[in-house]
């Protein structure tokens, strides 16, 4: 066993890539007071926003860090689909993002709530949608990431929703809250080692 050291301006994470071959059984979708809202297209400005609020206690910075045109390829193309979860006053609350341009397969790239809704049930209705437009026609694989800075409860939820892990890799970035592509404040649960 060795510990292998990262550099202080970095953070490093375990990420876990999960699949499922087959499609779950239909179930009732559960109960929720948010509607999933499509974005076609969607503003490249709107769009951060929204990736940022639900993902910067998670250090999600990788849409941050690329350039607009480089953006608007990925969220433009129609096989990439790009979901808001808003609530009954109309706010974003969420983020769904559902990537078809590998053949016979969904990668759900992006999914999320805002964490004041955790604990809610609320995560179950998500993901319900997202299974139910991840498993379109000729569909043969709905897959994902997870790493070890997202939520705790994160990977076991995927597991219980259908998914099977199938490999583990190790990731190191320079840690977005150094760089000035998310807030010093973000992710308080991990440690910021270094300010240079």
Request: glycine share 6%; with cysteine; hydrophobic share 45%.
């Amino acid at each position: 066993m060795a510990l292998i050291p990262v550099r202080e301006n970095e953070v490093a994470a375990v990420v876990t890539t999960l699949e499922m071959r087959r499609r779950p059984p239909l179930r009732p979708l559960p109960a929720a007071p948010l509607r999933l809202v499509r974005w076609h297209q969607p503003d490249a400005d709107k769009y951060r926003a929204l990736f940022r609020r639900v993902g910067a206690p998670w250090l999600w910075f990788s849409r941050l860090v690329i350039d607009e045109a480089a953006l608007l390829k990925i969220i433009h193309d129609p096989a990439v689909q790009v979901f808001a979860a808003i609530d009954a006053a109309g706010i974003e609350v969420g983020f769904l993002e559902l990537d078809f341009r590998q053949n016979a397969a969904c990668e759900i790239c992006y999914f999320a709530l805002i964490p004041e809704l955790a604990g809610r049930g609320l995560g179950r209705w998500l993901m319900a949608e997202a299974l139910a437009r991840g498993w379109g026609k000729d569909i043969k694989r709905v897959w994902l990431h997870t790493c070890s800075l997202d939520h705790p409860s994160a990977l076991n939820f995927y597991r219980k929703q259908g998914f099977e892990p199938i490999r583990r890799t190790v990731e190191t970035f320079v840690d977005p809250r150094l760089s000035g592509h998310l807030p010093p404040d973000s992710a308080p649960h991990i440690p910021l080692l270094s300010r240079r």
